[in-house]
């Protein structure tokens, strides 16, 4: 049936090769492909592991792919061939296998079960190399174990003359590693 109208009830009618007809119902409703947007590729930090991989939560990139619709699903493979087939998707979190690596998305409608497969390239950043400063010294004229440090004055030897890199100081390990509270 060609140009069908969804929810039409269409009757077929066939006859064998012996002229014998018979008739059936067939009910069917179309559907279009899921829309979707071409992922941009998913970029995440090294877990400083030098390994050039990390574990990553590729449910981030669903809602771009998906633009939001809530009637599809998404999943992801290894292979075009996997994901074309829907069999063996990819375990979340996922650790890539090599940097710059593709997978594919599969994304389906949740209710007439057409899919679409796009490819998405996972790239891992390496952090950007830091050296340990030195000391910063403050001589301590009135002896009340407080000074003033301008930390900024470190950030070359810190860089080691690396661009595009902003530095911040923070008071603990912990809030550095979460950008919490930095030092003004």
Do not use: W
Not at 55 to 73: F, H, P, V
Not at 97 to 114: A, M, P
Not at 131 to 139: A, F, G, K, M, R
Not at 150 to 175: A, K, P, R
Request: glycine content about 4%; overall charge negative; aromatic content about 10%.
């Amino acid at each position: 049936i060609i140009n069908g109208t969804t929810g039409t009830e269409y009757s077929v009618a066939y006859t064998t090769a012996v002229n014998c007809s018979t008739t059936s119902v067939v009910n069917f409703s179309s559907a279009v492909l899921p829309v979707i947007q071409d992922p941009t590729p998913f970029q995440v930090c090294d877990d400083n592991i030098d390994d050039s991989s990390t574990e990553m939560d590729l449910n981030i990139k669903n809602s771009e792919i998906t633009i939001g619709n809530s009637n599809y699903a998404v999943t992801y493979y290894f292979t075009l061939e996997e994901a074309n087939t829907g069999v063996t998707p990819l375990d979340l979190p996922y650790i890539n296998e090599s940097n710059h690596q593709t997978i594919y998305v599969r994304v389906e409608d949740i209710t007439y079960g057409c899919f679409v497969t796009t490819p998405m390239e996972l790239i891992v950043q390496s952090a950007p190399a830091a050296n340990t400063p030195p000391v910063l010294e403050y001589c301590d004229a009135d002896a009340d174990g407080f000074g003033v440090f301008t930390l900024t004055e470190v950030d070359s030897e810190i860089t080691s003359g690396q661009t595009g890199l902003v530095i911040t100081y923070h008071e603990t390990f912990s809030d550095a590693e979460n950008n919490l509270f930095p030092i003004i």
